[in-house]
């Protein structure tokens, strides 16, 4: 009982109230681009293969480490003095998402437009365009993901991370139901065009809430060597140690590569399988969304009392057992009950491994680097959902469902067999900073 007891005040804390809360906003414009968006464009007839290469427009999320020193180290004139610099740099992004948010949704990706160039007439697909708002879209979130884990890192105690990973994650999926379910139900009352505009504005609400967050003890007491580019890439590589970087940065890669393989087309698999929009909102936006807060939370737990490898390591077996289920499911047919089972499956596995990983990358950033590092490696597992699965829709057509999808279970192998090493040759205690 006073386990029970210590765990509800862990997570009903202020600061992890507040980390829920940043959760939420980074989980909206994600969810919007990996899951609405899909169906959107499957409802307007876009073939599958250019829904997979959709799956580029989430670049931004893979090279985010890029710009991450940037907004580390650097002030924004006015705003940083007197808002800190996570807040301000904050606020400018979010004011910048809403607008990218809303121009994606008054683009009709299945029209064209005439343009007059040169004197000659010039009929562009606005499918295009809608490509190139996603990305913006993708920018401005992979932006404020940079800014919102650096926060995270920076507001809490290091016996709070883990609780902090399941926070974050289920923050994650609230916005998630948001930009998911709650975009297919209002699709059911008005235009995807208005969709779009009500989640910028939910957006800019949150820009409105973060003027009022507490600054971070580490706002207060800045390391002025971090301001070098590359201090953070020499600090991680040094202490970890060159050739184990290698290894460690192809488990970061490989950790979720099977759910990002399957889950890029699970979406259009829905409804080209013959679910509704409803069906598909109550199964995987909601129910879906709940059982991935159920599997963050137990995570949580499991980081907290079995500690991070092992956690990663039974989240990893559980992710690969669950790809099956999409695998049943296509032999099955549109069977609602059994979709419900399969979208248990997926996203209890999937929340506790990210609860574990989250806590896993949040433990290997030294605080002096955090927006940096963290940005960094987390780019690494970007890598696997961006470029890995945008060919799965040419997969898809020349597989089929069932053989695509049991395919997509191996690709989980590659990160459990570098955890099995980790545990026996590379604890956890070797790679954080002291």
Do not use: H
């Not at 967050?213 to 580490?218: F, W």
């Amino acid at each position: 009982m006073s386990d029970l007891k210590e765990i509800i005040k862990l997570y009903f804390s202020k600061n992890l109230l507040i980390v829920f809360l940043m959760g939420i906003v980074s989980g909206l414009p994600l969810y919007l681009i990996l899951s609405t968006l899909a169906i959107w464009l499957t409802r307007e007839n876009i073939d599958l293969s250019t829904i997979g290469l959709f799956s580029l427009t989430q670049i931004p999320w893979t090279v985010k480490f890029l710009w991450a020193p940037i907004l580390d180290n650097y002030k924004i004139p006015y705003l940083t003095n007197n808002f800190g610099r996570r807040k301000s740099w904050l606020m400018v992004i979010q004011f910048f998402l809403s607008i990218s948010v809303i121009l994606l949704g008054i683009n009709n990706p299945a029209g064209t437009i005439l343009v007059n160039f040169l004197e000659t007439d010039l009929i562009i697909n606005q499918i295009y365009l809608t490509a190139l708002f996603a990305l913006f879209v993708s920018f401005f979130s992979a932006s404020q993901d940079i800014v919102i884990d650096a926060y995270r890192i920076e507001i809490l105690k290091e016996s709070e991370q883990g609780a902090g990973a399941a926070m974050t994650q289920a923050g994650y999926r609230i916005g998630g139901i948001i930009s998911g379910a709650g975009a297919l139900y209002l699709r059911e009352y008005i235009s995807w065009e208005l969709v779009f505009i009500s989640l910028g504005l939910i957006i800019l609400l949150f820009f409105l809430i973060t003027i009022f967050l507490p600054d971070t003890v580490k706002e207060k007491t800045r390391d002025a060597g971090a301001r070098d580019y590359f201090n953070p890439l020499k600090e991680f590589i040094f202490r970890v140690n060159f050739r184990r970087v290698l290894l460690l940065l192809l488990f970061i890669f490989s950790f979720k590569l099977c759910d990002a393989v399957a889950g890029v087309m699970a979406n259009p698999f829905y409804v080209k399988i013959g679910f509704t929009n409803i069906e598909i909102a109550n199964a995987s936006k909601i129910l879906g969304i709940f059982a991935t807060i159920i599997g963050v939370f137990i995570g949580g737990i499991f980081v907290k009392y079995y500690g991070i490898l092992n956690a990663l390591l039974i989240s990893g077996f559980l992710q690969m057992l669950s790809n099956l289920l999409f695998f049943f499911l296509s032999e099955i047919g549109p069977n609602y009950n059994f979709l419900l089972i399969t979208v248990l499956g997926e996203n209890i596995s999937g929340g506790l491994g990210s609860a574990a990983f989250v806590a896993y990358l949040s433990r290997l950033c030294n605080l002096n680097y955090t927006a940096t590092q963290y940005a960094l490696l987390s780019s690494f597992m970007g890598i696997a959902r961006t470029f890995v699965a945008s060919p799965s829709g040419f997969f898809v057509e020349i597989m089929g469902w069932s053989s695509f999808f049991l395919f997509s279970t191996f690709f989980a192998l590659p990160g459990l067999l570098i955890l099995f090493w980790m545990k026996r040759k590379f604890p956890l205690k070797s790679q954080v900073a002291n």
